[in-house]
Structure formats: C-alpha cells, structure tokens
C-alpha cells in the first residue's frame, strides 16, 4: 500500500509559477511510475505528466509541455510538479498517483493515489 500527500497548490495570477510535492509512505506492490493528474468541475480526469521512479524518464500531456517540469527525489520520496506560465485553463484539483505502468496516460493504470490539491489561476 502507498499512502500519497499533495502539498503546494494555491491561488496564482495568470504567468504565475507554483510548484507542487507529492511525499510518499508505505509499501508498493509496484513503484514503476508515478505522475499527476488533474481534473476541473465537469471534466473528466485529465492526465499532466508522469515520471518513472528509477530511471527518471518523463512523459507530459500536450496542454502543458513546454511549461510544466515533473521530477523526482528518490532519498525524500517525492515528486514534484513545477508548473511556469500557469493559464486560467489550469485551474483544477491535482491529483498524485502512483503504482502506475510506465508510459501510461490512462487515470485506470495508477493503482494509488492521493487526495488532491487545488490550483486556481486568475486572469
């Protein structure tokens, strides 16, 4: 089991950059790959980015490449999403996931995940 904390979400102005940390506890039945979701009111759940835990390949979502950066810290047991020119079409909740098959998109991959954190961009 994994147990998955999201910290840093906020309210930004348009351009603003926030960076968010997902810390995680407990023991994986798989530790392939990690990554973020995010999913807004009346949306469904959309994929960000993900990263693998050992190898530190990266994958993004089209709307954010470019402007958003996931990384690892594998000795604190975080990740993190930094997140620059942040658009009023960015405002959702951000999920943490893990437990996932590396290079998946798909939310029905990821076997755990956290309790989100909210971003809000104002224009």
């Known amino acids: 089991q994994v147990q998955l904390v999201e910290t840093g979400g906020g309210s930004v102005q348009a351009g603003g950059s926030l960076r968010l940390s997902c810390s995680a506890s407990?023991?994986?039945?798989?530790?392939?790959?990690m990554g973020w979701f995010r999913q807004a009111p009346g949306e469904e759940r959309e994929f960000v980015a993900a990263?693998?835990?050992?190898?530190?390949?990266?994958d993004y979502g089209d709307s954010v490449k470019g402007r958003f950066t996931i990384s690892r810290d594998n000795v604190e047991n975080t990740i993190y999403l930094q997140m620059d020119n942040l658009q009023p079409s960015d405002t959702a909740v951000y999920y943490c996931a893990a437990e996932g098959i590396v290079g998946a998109r798909d939310p029905n991959a990821f076997e755990s995940w956290g309790r989100g954190t909210q971003v809000t961009v104002s224009s």
């Open positions: 407990g023991r994986a039945s798989s530790a392939y790959g």
């Open positions: 990263i693998s835990w050992s190898g530190g390949s990266t």
